[in-house]
């Protein structure tokens, strides 16, 4: 299959500071999204990219859909506390029926006061 | 109560066991996923659904089976569990078009 690739693998930040990850691939993916996974729980749909260089924003978070659609960036804005977890991409590759995404390997954000 | 729920949180099975893990969402969306969650794979697709009786295979289908009579339920069934099994697992749902929502996901512990 198509690899996908997330990077950082983590991230250890402060308070305050700003958070940039991203995922990238050989191959042009159709559709983006972002999920967030506190421990213990399932992913949560953060945002979604349906068109090349769709920029979207979800409070402090901002993603965009690569113009090449070959990668998808996220912002975190201000971090806080909360904002600890893994972050995952997927992308929907072109072709193959709706919903059989591709996930990244997640990054895994610390954050420290 | 609306969402999509996972049982059981916690199964603890012998190698050779059939077990087999559940799935149910109040929302009537089409699409019904199962996915397993290992460290250093990320989330692998196993079985996908786009409708009531319309399943596929996944990334990683070998050793599970799943059926889908009713548009809610999504079981997913190991026919005889092997250590490489163990796993987190996640059931998700989806209208066509949108993202897509994650339970909380079923804790396997083949031993």
């Known amino acids: 299959g198509q690899q996908l690739n997330q990077s950082p693998q983590s991230m250890f930040i402060q308070e305050g500071e700003d958070v940039s990850m991203n995922c990238t691939s050989s191959s042009i993916f159709n559709t983006w999204l972002w999920y967030k996974q506190d421990p213990g729980e399932g992913p949560v749909l953060l945002i979604a990219l349906y068109k090349a260089g769709e920029l979207t924003s979800n409070g402090r978070l901002t993603a965009q859909f690569g113009i090449t659609r070959k990668d998808s960036f996220l912002n975190i804005s201000a971090s806080i506390p909360s904002d600890v977890g893994i972050y995952f991409c997927?992308?929907?590759?072109?072709?193959?029926?709706?919903?059989?995404?591709?996930f990244g390997a997640g990054t895994q954000v610390v954050v420290t006061p | 109560d609306a969402g999509i729920t996972q049982s059981p949180r916690y199964k603890i099975t012998e190698t050779g066991r059939q077990v087999t893990l559940m799935c149910h969402q109040t929302w009537s969306h089409s699409y019904m996923f199962w996915y397993r969650q290992d460290l250093g794979h990320g989330l692998r697709l196993i079985y996908y659904s786009a409708a009531a009786d319309i399943t596929d295979k996944g990334e990683v289908p070998d050793g599970y089976v799943v059926s889908r009579s009713k548009t809610e339920n999504f079981p997913l069934t190991l026919e005889s569990a092997t250590r490489s099994q163990t796993s987190v697992y996640f059931c998700?749902?989806?209208?066509?078009?949108?993202?897509?929502?994650f339970g909380s996901g079923t804790r396997l512990t083949v031993v």
């Open positions: 997927a992308g929907q590759p072109p072709g193959d029926s709706w919903g059989k995404f591709q």
């Open positions: 998700a749902s989806s209208d066509s078009g949108r993202g897509y929502t």
